[in-house]
Structures are given as structure tokens and as C-alpha cells.
């Protein structure tokens, strides 16, 4: 599979959204609608902007904003699945809906939560793990990686240093420089240092 988690923050995630609209044949859907509403697409930078708060992670579990990519050059449409809930635990709110598909990407983004900066990451399935479940489902798996390398080449150009493994973006050493810490999320007992500095 291809993953990659990394730390960023407003600025950061500004540019890498802008990168998958306008680099790549990606369209980026909520991985799960609101409740009682319809599954929404964001077609633009200024779309997502307006429905979530990017950079900022009121929770601190690295899951602020949770995007499902889809390329039509690699898979046909995905299926919208209904969610049936249970009114009394959801507002009165009887359904939802998400998104689904062997060749879709995930793109998590966290952002900053008090004094932390938790991870973002993105990632998709791999033409071994859907064989082992039996559900290649159309996927061009080749396409897929290509699209993936491209996106995980861009995050690392973007990057100014590296913790163990993670990129670490602009903004995001800015504040980890004003003593902002950088966690997988609020929870963890241990954060990430910075391992070097891009010159």
C-alpha cells in the first residue's frame, strides 16, 4: 500500500489540496456525509475551505478532515452507500451516507490542537490486499500507483525537514520551532523530533 504520514499545517494543506485539483485527475468526496444529508464532492480548494476548518484539529486524533480520492482513470464510479442510524443516539437523524471502493485513496488530515501538531496522512488499497479479499473490483492498480507516486513526490518536494519517517512541511516546522509538538495525536506519550532540515 502506499502510505504516507506527514505533518502540516493550514498553509501546508493548502498547498497540497491545490495540488490534487489541479495536478491530478483525483475527485475528492467526504468519506462520510453529515447525518440526514446527501455525500458531498469538493471541487475545488475554495469548496473544502468553506466546509471545514483546514488546519485546525478540534479533536487532536489526526482525523479533522477525513477525503476519499477518486480517479476515474483508475476505477469506475464508487458506490454511495446508505447508513442506516438510530435516531436516539444520532439527533433524530435516521441515515448517512459514505463512499467505497477498492481504488479509492484516503486523505486524513489532521492540523494543529493546542500546543500539538498532529499527523496527516494519505494511503489506498494494493492489488495484493484486494485479491486476498477477492474484490479487485476493476482497478487499475497500475494507474493508482502512478497517482500515488506523484502525490507522495509532491509532499516530499513541499517538505522543509523530516521526523523518523514523516515529512515535516513548512508550517508546520514553524511551529514545531515555537514549541509545538509533533504527535500522531493528542493522546500519544511521545512526540516526533525533527530529524533534519532541508537547506
Known amino acids: 500500500m502506499g502510505n504516507l504520514d506527514f ?3 493550514r498553509g501546508d494543506l493548502h498547498e497540497v489540496l491545490a495540488f490534487v485539483f489541479a495536478e491530478t485527475d483525483f475527485r475528492v468526496f467526504e468519506s462520510y456525509s453529515r447525518f440526514g444529508e446527501k455525500l458531498r464532492e469538493f471541487r475545488s480548494l475554495a469548496a473544502i475551505c468553506d466546509a471545514f476548518p483546514i488546519g485546525k484539529d478540534p479533536h487532536g486524533n489526526g482525523y479533522a478532515v477525513t477525503l476519499q480520492l477518486w480517479s476515474p482513470s483508475v476505477m469506475k464510479r464508487p458506490r454511495t452507500c446508505r447508513i442506516k442510524l438510530d435516531p436516539k443516539t444520532c439527533a433524530g437523524h435516521t441515515v448517512r451516507y459514505n463512499i467505497e471502493g477498492w481504488g479509492l485513496a484516503q486523505l486524513y488530515l489532521g492540523g494543529v490542537y493546542k500546543k500539538i501538531v498532529t499527523k496527516s496522512h494519505f494511503g489506498h488499497n494494493s492489488a495484493k490486499r ?12 497500475k494507474a493508482l500507483e502512478q497517482l500515488s507516486g506523484r502525490f507522495r513526490r509532491h509532499v516530499a518536494k513541499l517538505s522543509a525537514a523530516k521526523a523518523p519517517g514523516r515529512p515535516i512541511l513548512p508550517a ?3 511551529l514545531a520551532r515555537k514549541g509545538y509538538e509533533l504527535k500522531e495525536m ?10 533534519s532540515v532541508k537547506r
Open 172 to 174: 508546520a516546522l514553524a
Open 130 to 141: 484486494a485479491a486476498s479479499w477477492n474484490s479487485e473490483d476493476g482497478v487499475d492498480w
Open 186 to 195: 493528542k493522546g500519544c506519550t511521545w512526540a516526533h523530533k525533527i530529524q
Open 7 to 9: 505533518f502540516a499545517a
